[in-house]
């Protein structure tokens, strides 16, 4: 499929968004093969636009945008363009690539769930971890798998609990925001006011066995994927690592992260990793 000038236009838009808003994940994409990067630019940019929504526009009518997005994004893939240069880019990928409307729809309704329930029990917790990261995680998997979908049908699993892992790190890493800002608790049963080592710890090991098989899964991954998405794993392994040193009432107190030369040496060791098959 030739790309028009408005094609290559539209997808430096979803670039660009990307590398403004995550220079980690940036960074991450750019470790891929060349045929990757595009269509994974083109998903993490409307992602990104979803969550602002959600996550920023407060004094907005927050349902009514979502919705308005929603529209748009069925719109844009039915017809295979749009003059909102983020979801053209987003529907040349998914018609590219063939990503399954049902990951759109569940990491959509997850964006809603953000603006209807500020407190989770088990159900819900599971639905919105598999709509906002577990679908997103398939969505690129459909991308790296394009040409062997015995591949993806492999692979699914553990590309589900990578996103899993991701999100839940982002949950512990974001509880100042998340919790004490928006008045949201993902946990269920956790109350941040009182946020005790047994409830820091159960929450890790679970963290932890998705990250052990993930990592499984990442190894299964071809050349041209693997040492982006093994970069990703290593970066929210080690802040994941710093939460875990980390007392219960410190971590509700700050935002992690991981210094620029820290991040350096993971990129290191993910291309010495990779070149050596030490993945």
């Not at 589900?160 to 004490?180: E, H, M, P, T």
């Not at 949201?184 to 109350?191: N, Q």
């Not at 006011?193 to 047994?198: A, D, L, T, V």
């Not at 040193?245 to 993910?270: C, D, H, M, Q, Y």
Request: aromatic share 14%; with cysteine.
């Amino acid at each position: 499929m030739k790309l028009t000038l408005y094609d290559d236009i539209a997808l430096k838009c979803s670039r660009v968004v990307t590398t403004s808003y995550s220079t980690s994940f940036s960074l991450g994409i750019k470790m891929l093969a060349r045929r990757h990067r595009r269509a994974i630019f083109a998903i993490y940019g409307f992602v990104r636009l979803a969550d602002e929504i959600v996550d920023t526009f407060f004094d907005q009518r927050q349902k009514e945008m979502l919705d308005q997005f929603r529209h748009d994004t069925a719109a844009a893939i039915g017809n295979k363009i749009s003059v909102n240069p983020v979801l053209h880019s987003f529907q040349w990928a998914v018609n590219k690539y063939k990503i399954d409307q049902e990951y759109i729809d569940a990491f959509l309704l997850s964006m809603e769930m953000d603006l209807l329930h500020n407190n989770h029990d088990r159900h819900s917790y599971e639905k919105y971890i598999y709509g906002s990261a577990e679908a997103v995680g398939l969505m690129c998997l459909r991308v790296f798998c394009h040409d062997d979908p015995g591949r993806f049908d492999l692979l699914k699993e553990p590309a589900r609990k990578l996103g899993s892992a991701f999100q839940k790190v982002n949950f512990l890493r974001d509880i100042r925001s998340d919790y004490f800002e928006r008045g949201r608790i993902y946990f269920p049963g956790v109350d941040f006011n009182n946020f005790s080592e047994k409830d820091k710890n159960a929450i890790e090991q679970d963290i932890s066995s998705e990250f052990r098989e993930a990592l499984n899964g990442i190894r299964g991954l071809d050349p041209g994927s693997r040492r982006g998405v093994y970069l990703a794993y290593s970066y929210y392994l080690a802040l994941f690592s710093k939460i875990r040193k980390t007392k219960p009432e410190a971590v509700t107190g700050r935002r992690f992260r991981i210094s620029n030369g820290k991040k350096f040496l993971l990129l290191l060791k993910a291309i010495f990793y990779d070149l050596t098959g030490l993945i």
